[in-house]
């Protein structure tokens, strides 16, 4: 069964940027189109940004321009590059795929905009 750890998260001044990560035990993640997803406090769960198995991206129009993912097959990895960060950032991110049955959910990573 594949396991999902994020990392990376923090806490961050307006303006800043930070670089999650997303490592996925088992050989499938590949093959998989993969995304990152944020719960804010009171929240329901959003996608912010997808990267399909061949490379395409995705994002919500409330992250476009700041925020890139990206993936390492090879490492079994996904990554959310985030710029310009904002308050309304601040949220639970979680990793899994965008599409079909999910994988278990992992713990998140805290990001927190403050100043």
């Known amino acids: 069964q594949v396991q999902l750890v994020e990392s990376g998260g923090g806490l961050v001044q307006p303006g800043g940027s930070l670089r999650l990560s997303c490592a996925a035990s088992?050989?499938?993640?590949?093959?998989?189109?993969m995304g990152w997803y944020r719960q804010a406090p009171g929240k329901q769960r959003e996608l912010v940004a997808s990267?399909?198995?061949?490379?395409?991206?995705n994002y919500a129009d409330s992250v476009k321009g700041r925020f890139t993912i990206s993936r390492d097959n090879a490492k079994n990895t996904v990554y959310l590059q985030m710029n310009s960060l904002k308050p309304e950032d601040t949220a639970v991110y979680h990793c899994?795929?965008?599409?079909?049955?999910?994988?278990?959910w992992g713990q998140g990573t805290q990001v927190t905009v403050s100043s």
């Open positions: 088992g050989s499938i993640f590949s093959i998989n189109d």
């Open positions: 990267i399909m198995n061949i490379g395409s991206t």
């Open positions: 899994n795929k965008v599409r079909g049955l999910l994988f278990p």
